[in-house]
């Protein structure tokens, strides 16, 4: 009888990753939001906010749309409707900051998307006077998302003029067939121009966001976008499987589903992704995330400060993120708010001086108790499990613990080498809203 499959430092259980799981940038995760107005309660949680706080600012819209994003973007083909989107965005910023204690200091701002150059590198300068004449800034840390396709030289120089000192690149893939088969045909000379471009700009940290499992992807494939993309600099990489749910999200349909990698190939791209990261001097930051030893997430990992937000790993050691426009979550200790998705109603709400959160849930001390537990998990790699939770999910650890991917003393609960792919699966057993009916993507 022969043994389970290895795949560089990972033992292939399938039974372990049958369950879809959630990424746990949350928890409760999006999944369990409710849609109602949370108008009341963001509005509450923003005045009793004291101290330090991080900003999120989404750009709902891209040049392009990519046939496997996930995303809430839409094409920025109307220059009207990015005019009137901004416009909406300014004004919620003057809603949210006149709410704020004046203890209240801004020490962190992503831009994210969609793509937030899809607006013109004058719009995003304009937005950033006005979140430093609405804030009280704290010389923030600053970092944006990219489309290296359309990013065009005045960025470089808003960019630098600005102090934006983080960046990050969606890449997915330089394989030239793969790109066809997602929608996202970008030359290698538009991500070396992009990299050159920001180091000159003043940024020290470049993310590279990748993906396997993609259409027509395979191990050589894989190897060759690492490869490439190591030798181009980048500081940290993303290294994301592809979650094919086009009932959930139509643009997906377009995708040859019948040239998808079967769950033993995404395992083994994973992991031969991992090992080749890993070798080429990356350190390892959770399961998908990889920087270099002198990067802010590899120095938050070993020292036992990295936090999850809705943004992934991060080194943000603020409790309190504010998210603005539509689309984006606030993150409180005792709530979560979704701002309106559809950026028309969005930008209704907002004119009418109404704060913008249709969707969200209350964090109950359960919830925050079994939160704690599953960010140890995934942050730290070692959990304390009170007796109560232990005696209730104990059979369902059993399995993990026996394949050497867990270890359970006393109350202390430690993921071993090679627990990697399972880490996800390993924290769902204390998410108690996993019943099953709801459906995610692969674990791996």
Known sequence: MTGPEVFGQWTYWPELLERPVPRYTSYPTAAEFVEESF????????????????????????????????????????????????????????LVSRLLHPSVKVSRIAFGGGSPNAIKPTDFVRLVDKLTLSFRLEKPVLSIELDP????????MAIRGIGVIKASLGVQTLDARVQQAIGRVQPRDDIERAVAGLRQAGVDSINFDLMYGLPFQNDDILAETLDQSVAMGADRFALFGYAHVPHMIPRQQRIDAS????????????????????????????????????????????????????????EDQSEVLIGLGAS??????????????????????????????????????????????????????????????LAMNRSRLEPFIARGLARLEGNALTLMSGNEPYARSIASVFDAYRTGERQFSSAV
Not at 73 to 91: C, F, I, P, S, V
Not at 364 to 381: F, H, K, P
């Open 39 to 94: 108008e009341d309660r963001q509005r509450e949680a923003l005045k009793a906010l004291r101290g330090t706080v991080s900003l999120y600012l989404h750009i709902p819209y891209c040049r392009e749309i990519c046939w496997y994003c996930g995303c809430n973007t839409g094409a920025a083909n109307k220059t009207q409707r990015l005019a009137a989107y901004m416009e909406a965005l300014h004004h919620e910023i003057d």
């Open 149 to 156: 396709r359309t990013l065009e030289p005045g960025w470089f």
């Open 259 to 314: 040239e998808l990698p079967d769950q033993r190939a995404r395992f083994r791209m994973a992991a031969e992704g991992y090992e080749r990261l890993v070798s080429a001097g990356y350190q390892p930051v959770g399961f998908d995330h990889f920087a270099l030893p002198d990067d802010d997430l590899a120095i938050a990992s070993r020292s036992g400060t990295l936090r999850r937000n809705f943004q992934g790993f991060t």
């Open 328 to 389: 984006s979550i606030s993150e409180f200790p005792e709530l979560y708010v979704q701002t309106e998705k559809n950026a028309g109603r969005y930008r209704m709400l907002v004119g009418a001086d109404q704060l913008p959160g249709r969707k969200g849930v209350v964090r109950t001390a359960e919830d925050r108790r079994r939160g704690g537990i599953i960010t140890d998990l995934l942050c730290r790699g070692r959990a304390e499990i009170d007796a109560d939770l």
